[in-house]
Each structure stands twice: as structure tokens, then as C-alpha cells.
């Protein structure tokens, strides 16, 4: 683009809190699927003032067109869906700007690179960029560093010894779980923890019940998309499950429920990192 953005469309709770921390409020004139997944809490909803959610879910061409947008920050399967309405492409043809989340493109890759911390780094800094906060971008990006580099230091990732890690999102039938190229891997790596299904050649896809039991996890992390709802079902569905309710976490009940936001890219991800490796730190030998 020629010059920043004037009428932004921001999709999903994780990149509209990267628009946020970059202070583009501004610049919005809608987010998307945000209330539809989630139940923000007072101070997203304070920090997005009166912009408007366009759409609770996925939005339609219709809905961007009508807010007369410039500009769509979405990733793949983010609100973009390859060969549906939503493409850069498509968008491109009525004028529509659009920055793609990175860890997304795994899910176009048969061979996704591993998830580091560099995926919410460079997209904060792309974002900068792109409505011409560079400056703010970098102090963000130099701010996060600083605070990684505050951990004690931890284990290599391919070290066997640290603590074994398995991500829960959803499914009863086959669980739904972060691959390598996920970003939970990145902050499991962060944490000083081991994401057993770091050898999932995906972001996130499915997995088998019998796969996870064979790995024993020792820490499971819980999705939380409703800020409770949910997890206590979820966790009795792992103590009743005939391949699970043997393993070290659940024996142990060791659970950790993280809000979706502190799971996909964005700022929330240093957050997580900090209870993670507090979590972590007992467990290790």
C-alpha cells in the first residue's frame, strides 16, 4: 500500500490484540470473529473501545465491503480459507489489502517448520510497518526479548529430560492438538518443556487417543475459548479415558488451562510462557 490503512479489519481475538498493543484502534473499523469463540474480558473490551465486531464468526466479502475496508489482517483457516471467498487474492480485486498470520502458512506446507517466538515477533513487526509504527513495533518486539531472556535458563529442545507437554484443544474421539509448527510448541520450547507432538508435521490437527497415552505427558494444557466453561468436562473426559487416565498428568492432576489468546499468536504469548515455565519448574528432575 501506498500509505497506512484507513479502514482496518482485524479478525480473530489474537491479532486484534496485536493491532492493540501497537495502539491501531485508530485505524479499525471492525474486528471479526471474536464473540462468537470467545468471552473477552473487561480490559480487551476496554482497549478496543467503540469499534465495532462485524461478525461474530467467519465474515463474508459482503461484510468487508460493506465496511468499507482497505485492509484484512487474517491468517489461513484465521478467516481466510484457501480457494473460498477469502482469499488475498480475492480481496485484492475489490481493493482489500491483506497480511497473513505466519504460523497459518503451515497449514499450506506439507513440511512446516518447527514454531518459535519469531512467528509473533515478525508479524508485530510487519504490522508496524504496514500503518507505519515501526518504531513502536521494535520496542515491543526489544520488550518481549528482554522478558524471555529473564527466564532461568532452560534445556535444549531436543534435551529427552525436559517435562513432557501435550496441548488438549478439543475432540472426543481423536484429540485435537499443536503440532510442531503450532505456536504452543514455540512457548512450550520457551518454557523449558517438551511438546510431545512436536514430531506432528502440522499446526494444529488431530491426533490419536493411544498415541498421546504412549508419550505420557506430564503437564497438559487445556484450551480455555470460554474463560472456564468447559474445563472441567474436559478434564473428566481425560481421567475416564481408558488411554489416558494412567499417564503422570492426569494422575497427578496436573492441568494448566490457558485462554485461546495465550495460545495463537500474540502479545498474550509472553504471559503464557511465565505460568507455563512456573508450572514446569516442579516437574523437572
Known amino acids: 500500500m501506498d500509505r ?7 479478525h480473530d481475538i489474537n491479532m486484534t490484540a496485536m493491532a492493540l498493543a501497537l495502539g491501531l484502534q485508530p485505524y479499525l473499523v471492525g474486528v471479526t470473529g471474536i464473540t462468537g469463540w470467545h468471552r473477552p474480558d473487561d480490559a480487551f473490551r476496554a482497549a478496543l473501545g467503540s469499534v465495532p465486531e462485524l461478525s461474530p464468526r467467519y465474515p463474508t466479502l459482503e461484510v468487508l465491503l460493506a465496511a468499507r475496508a482497505d485492509f484484512f489482517f487474517a491468517g489461513w483457516h484465521y478467516g481466510l480459507r484457501p480457494g473460498g471467498e ?5 480481496l485484492a480485486r475489490h481493493g482489500i489489502a491483506t497480511l497473513i498470520l505466519s504460523e497459518s502458512c503451515a497449514h499450506l506446507n506439507p513440511r512446516p517448520a518447527r514454531a518459535t517466538m519469531a512467528l509473533l515477533f515478525d508479524d508485530m513487526l510487519r504490522l508496524g510497518e504496514v500503518f507505519g509504527h515501526r518504531a513502536r513495533a521494535e520496542a515491543l518486539v526489544a520488550g518481549w526479548r528482554q522478558q524471555l531472556g529473564a527466564l532461568p535458563a532452560g534445556l535444549a529442545p531436543a534435551d529427552a529430560d525436559r517435562p513432557r507437554v501435550f496441548v488438549y484443544d478439543t475432540g472426543r474421539d481423536k484429540p485435537f492438538t499443536a503440532g510442531r509448527a503450532a505456536m504452543p510448541t514455540a512457548l512450550i520450547d520457551a518454557a523449558g518443556g517438551r511438546n510431545i507432538m512436536d514430531d506432528l508435521a502440522a499446526s494444529w490437527a488431530h491426533t490419536a487417543w493411544e498415541t498421546v497415552g504412549i508419550r505420557d505427558p506430564q503437564l497438559v494444557i487445556l484450551s480455555d475459548y470460554q474463560r472456564g466453561r468447559g474445563l472441567a468436562a474436559m478434564r473428566q473426559q ?3 479415558h481408558p488411554a489416558m487416565r494412567r499417564v503422570e498428568a492426569v494422575r497427578k492432576g496436573r492441568y ?16 503464557a510462557i511465565g505460568v507455563l515455565a512456573r508450572s514446569l519448574r516442579d516437574i523437572r528432575p
Open 4 to 10: 497506512p490503512p484507513q479502514r482496518a479489519v482485524i
Open 256 to 271: 494448566l488451562a490457558l485462554p485461546y489468546a495465550q495460545l495463537t499468536p500474540g502479545p498474550a504469548n509472553l504471559e
Open 238 to 240: 481425560l481421567t475416564e
Open 86 to 90: 477469502l482469499t488475498p487474492a480475492t
